[in-house]
């Protein structure tokens, strides 16, 4: 059997699928929007036409590429391309910002590579038992992991307060539609467009793209202005040293091995599983490194370690699925109607009548993982090139790209609407400080969060209450300490500190994240950070109010996680509004008194009100792809008339730019991803 | 260097004559179709579940045999959300011209306009209803280590610990959850309902020993593994045939045999864009009618395990419309809803 196996791995039909798998999923990865589920969703019928083992193997060739191609975008644009690379964002982009965005990206290609063939290993070596323990996780298990992920929101954000707030806010839009459980609608305010809730990518494409299509007008503005240096991708050192330096960079220290163990444990968890591990991963290892102060600074080991966990998730959510028929991921989900197609069924049959094809398929994953570092090698310098692109183009081509990812999720215009609305406010609570990343990790465990409870309470009712059942159930219970010892660790490694008498690290001075700049261009609006920190409190407590007079109509499941979600809004924008007072009566922490946020208020109208325009007035009138063509070339045209850069040979450009991109996306969207886009007079 | 950018330009000028080309040529293409020359461009089959679902399965049967029949294809679309309901919201949105088609599941469509906003009306499936296709009845699942070895152990249950036996179900206001609701009107039993936003996680609830039964269909079988549960009851007149295979290890007696009367199952069908004009959805019921009584397609459907209904065009339409009565009559008798001149008031949910 094993040479049977290895004669199919080792085929040149298989080889080359790997290779054009890994080569779509890099591409599918990188774009915002563009997920795994949907390009395996498309192949599924690849599986009438050749061998299963065949087919599964291109398929999970393109999973494998698309959670690593994620980390280019991450690392290159700053926007993840998959909600798994949200901390890859954190140390990749500061490196590129310095310059040393070959370094990380060669590091995202090594740790994924790495991180998948540990939980390859573990998917070849010990699927079965390692499925059982999945099962154990039940939904009080998994509320506690939703739990343990929001405590880590707190890590996540410079301010704890604002951390906190962008965490249970987002934690609150999962509230949006109707209830999973309840059967009601929920604040949807008799829109049956928002009746499906806000889905995860919508979430991640408005929280991360929008502000990042408003801000890179701006940059580009101060890099020609000399304030800023210009951010290009500089080729620095022959690849092979820095090859070799990434490879001893991740051997050196225990970061990626230990992520791409969590990635593992996490990806096995049905519905957690990929999209937190990268956090998770990351968290820990921040968290137990000698120096946590330069992570977020652009440090290789939060590159390693995010990105080894996120590719350890592939092997690991396959392994439920392959077992039990329980996907540990979408995507997963996708291979199991594959399987299912073929009247296959998951469970012992797979690993002993259809063991060939079931062990060609897992090692087909091994080669892919193995493949991925030319390939990925390749791409990403291929790649890269964005980075040559001007801004403007760039902001251009990412407005259009959030629209149609968010179309592509289901067809739903209110979607992008929601999008655009969370992207708008995320572009503001940057300028305050409050970061996207716990945001993005509320909205990904807000189901997760709701849906434990209130079963675990559906459960217990009848049989003495939910405090009883958590503490019956081991699992929960080593859960609940090892979130406490979560939240209070940076407590208790300050008294540890302490008591060796040694200087905390950790505490920094309180600076100004925008300074104020002596050249304007345009209306600047300008608010003491300060008055508007009280403003946004105030306005919360009120928009928490609203909310608990509409929960008064719901069912009582319907009602709890609202009620609890929305307390703990209120209770954090409390202690923020108390938090705002204290530099009045503190002297030492007199300098942020003096900050300033300043928005650019020409770009922020034109960048928001073009994108509207596009996609309520021109889309339903004359069609996709006419009015895309049209949105680029004016966001571009528009950009450089404002900045008196316009000149003969830019115009021709932006048209043949904006032409050919437009058509290949909407090309691919329509026809090859069998995506509706509206139609109007031409299409 | 001049002569360089000058080459460029006059690639890009090429390029740009090529792209305005396409443009106007696509813009022809897209041009309305005639009903004489109906079908004359691939389908958009909308599938209002996640991949990998029953639902997904349907449509992947068709995208097998569709092509013979109308020399066309189908495109599987995914509008998922609120347990169907974005899906078919979605679809009476969609331009009446008879190449956007939906799986549909019944009581979904009945019950979710009644409790909650909804764009879809039950009349909308009627109008355009194609094909029906499958009957999945509603089965009582176990463990096969569970304590009850058959249903009559579990209804003693029930009885002794009102409220304390707990049953998973898809979604509130579902089949499954009908289906339990049937159950403890024929039993006179309370369970402590647990409802899960979709079929797997019920299905690994069980698995895992979290729940200790699940109220479920054919399909869950398949992904439960028929060595690791025991089925005690089935909702139907008969076991149906897709069960076959795992008989000898699952069990599976209708309730009926059991001394219950206990009916209830899911429904699923086609449907197509209300309004679509009369020749067009006369086609369409034809060529779907002619697809679904072919012996390849009925050997497909044992093979991925979805029991047939088989119930072509307008007889579909008046199922469904039976079904509503019938459904209607159920949740007002257990005080749900209250009927007056045709109006539907919730009482409670």
């Keep these: 059997m094993l040479l049977e196996v290895l004669g199919n791995i080792f085929s040149p039909a298989s080889v080359g699928l790997i290779i054009l798998g890994l080569a779509v999923g890099n591409f599918v990865g990188c774009m915002p929007g563009l997920t795994a589920t949907m390009a395996l969703a498309v192949l599924v019928p690849l599986t009438y036409y050749m061998p299963i083992s065949l087919a599964l193997t291109l398929m999970g060739a393109i999973y494998v590429g698309a959670i690593r191609g994620g980390g280019i975008a991450a690392i290159l644009v700053n926007i993840p391309g998959t909600p798994s690379d949200i901390a890859t964002t954190f140390d990749g982009y500061p490196m590129t910002q310095q310059g040393k965005a070959r370094e990380a990206l060669m590091m995202s290609i090594f740790a994924s590579v790495m991180g998948g063939l540990i939980g390859n290993t573990f998917l070849i070596l010990v699927a079965n038992p390692l499925a059982k323990v999945a099962l154990k996780f039940g939904p009080p298990e998994l509320f506690w992991i939703s739990i343990l992920g929001i405590a880590l929101m707190v890590s996540l954000s410079e301010s704890l307060w604002k951390g906190l707030i962008s965490g249970f806010l987002g934690l609150l839009i999962t509230a949006v539609g109707v209830s999973p459980l309840g059967g009601e609608s929920r604040f949807t305010f008799g829109l049956t467009e928002l009746a499906g809730g806000v889905p995860i990518i919508a979430g991640l494409i408005g929280l991360y793209c929008i502000p990042r299509i408003l801000e890179l007008p701006q940059e580009a503005t101060r890099e020609e202005t000399g304030i800023d240096t210009k951010q290009t991708l500089i080729i620095r050192g022959n690849i092979h040293k820095i090859m070799w330096e990434t490879i001893k960079a991740w051997f050196s220290n225990l970061a990626g091995f230990v992520s791409a163990l969590i990635g593992t444990v996490v990806g096995i968890l049905p519905g957690a599983g990929g999209n937190i591990a990268g956090i998770m991963a990351y968290d820990q290892v921040k968290r137990f490194a000698k120096n946590p102060q330069n992570f977020g600074k652009g440090d290789i080991r939060g590159v390693a370690s995010a990105e080894s966990a996120n590719n350890a998730t592939v092997s690991s959510s396959l392994v439920p699925m392959l077992t039990f028929g329980v996907p540990g991921s979408p995507p997963a989900a996708v291979l199991l109607g594959a399987i299912l197609v073929q009247g296959l069924r998951p469970g012992p049959e797979l690993f002993t009548k259809y063991a060939v094809d079931t062990y060609t398929f897992i090692g087909g994953l091994f080669l892919a993982n193995i493949l991925l570092l030319p390939v990925g090698m390749y791409l990403s310098n291929m790649f890269s090139r964005i980075m040559f692109v001007s801004k403007e183009m760039l902001a251009a081509a990412i407005g259009v790209l959030s629209v149609v990812g968010t179309l592509a999720i289901r067809g739903n215009v209110g979607d992008v609407f929601v999008m655009i609305i969370l992207g708008l406010l995320m572009y503001i609570g940057g300028r305050l400080k409050f970061s996207p990343a716990p945001a993005v990790l509320g909205i990904v465990l807000g189901r997760i969060a709701e849906e434990g409870l209130t079963q675990s309470m559906m459960i217990s009712k009848g049989t003495g209450g939910l405090i009883p059942y958590f503490l019956g159930r081991p699992i929960t219970v080593a859960l609940i300490i090892f979130t406490l010892f979560t939240i209070l660790w940076p407590y208790l490694q300050k008294m540890i500190i302490k008591r060796r008498k040694m200087k905390y690290e950790g505490i920094q001075e309180e600076t100004c994240k925008y300074e104020p700049e002596k050249i304007i261009i345009g209306n600047e609006f300008k608010i003491s950070e300060l008055l508007a920190d009280k403003i946004i409190s105030v306005l919360l407590i009120v928009i928490c109010g609203f909310i608990f007079w509409k929960t008064s109509s719901f069912s009582r499941y319907g009602a709890i996680f609202p009620i609890m979600t929305t307390s703990g809004v209120l209770l954090f924008s409390i202690l923020y509004f108390i938090n705002s007072w204290i530099p009045y009566f503190v002297k030492k922490r007199q300098p942020s008194e003096q900050c300033e946020i300043i928005m650019h208020a020409p770009s922020l109208f034109i960048g928001i009100g073009s994108i509207l325009l596009y996609v309520y007035l021109l889309m339903p009138t004359i069609g996709f792809l006419t009015s895309t063509f049209i949105y680029m070339l004016g966001l571009i045209l528009g950009t450089r008339v404002q900045r008196r850069t316009l000149v003969g040979k830019g115009v021709l450009y932006s048209i043949v730019f904006s032409a050919i991109l437009s058509f290949s996306i909407y090309y691919t969207f329509a026809n090859i991803l069998n995506i509706h886009l509206p139609t109007g007079i031409f299409i | ?349």
């Design chain 2, 1 to 349: 260097m001049n002569s360089r950018k000058r080459k460029l330009n006059t690639g890009s000028l090429v390029r740009l004559t090529f792209m305005m080309t396409v443009f106007s040529l696509a813009t022809l293409i897209s041009l309305p179709a005639q009903a004489a020359d109906y079908p004359s461009k691939p389908f958009n089959y909308i599938v209002p579940f996640s991949p990998g679902g029953t639902t997904d399965l349907q449509a992947r049967v068709f995208e097998k045999y569709w092509k013979d029949t109308f020399d066309q294809p189908i495109k599987v679309e995914y509008v998922t959300g609120a347990g169907g309901q974005v899906g078919w919201d979605a679809l009476v949105d969609r331009k009446a011209d008879g190449y956007t088609v939906a799986g549909n599941n019944l009581p979904h469509i009945i019950m979710q306009p009644i409790f909650r906003d909804t764009n879809f009306t039950t009349q909308d499936h009627i109008d355009g209803a194609v094909a029906g296709l499958v009957t999945d009845p509603e089965m009582i699942t176990v463990l096969k280590d569970s304590p009850y070895k058959d249903i009559h152990d579990l209804v003693k249950a029930a009885k002794e610990n009102p409220g304390a036996i707990t049953a998973g179900v898809v979604g509130k206001f579902t089949g499954d959850w009908l289906g339990l609701k049937l159950f403890e009107d024929a039993t006179d039993t309370e369970f402590a309902e647990v409802i899960f936003p979709g079929s797997r996680p019920t299905v690994a609830a069980l698995l895992g020993g979290h729940i200790a039964c699940m109220f479920g269909n054919t399909g869950d079988i398949k992904t439960l593994g028929p060595e690791n549960v025991r089925t005690l009851a089935v909702g139907a007149k008969e076991t149906p045939a897709v069960l076959d295979p795992f008989i000898d290890q699952i069990g599976a007696p209708t309730a009926h045999e059991k001394g219950i009367e206990w009916y209830a199952a899911i429904h699923r069908g086609l449907v197509t864009v209300p309004g679509t004009p009369k020749p067009i959805v006369d086609t369409l019921r034809n060529k779907v009618g002619k697809i679904i009584t072919t012996d390849a397609y009925a050997q497909e459907m044992q093979k991925v395990g979805l029991p047939m209904l088989n119930r072509p065009g307008q007889e579909y339409a008046e199922f469904i419309e039976q079904r509503q009565d019938k459904i209607l009559s159920v949740l007002k008798n257990m005080g749900y809803i209250e009927i007056e001149n045709g109006e539907i008031t919730v009482l409670k949910r």
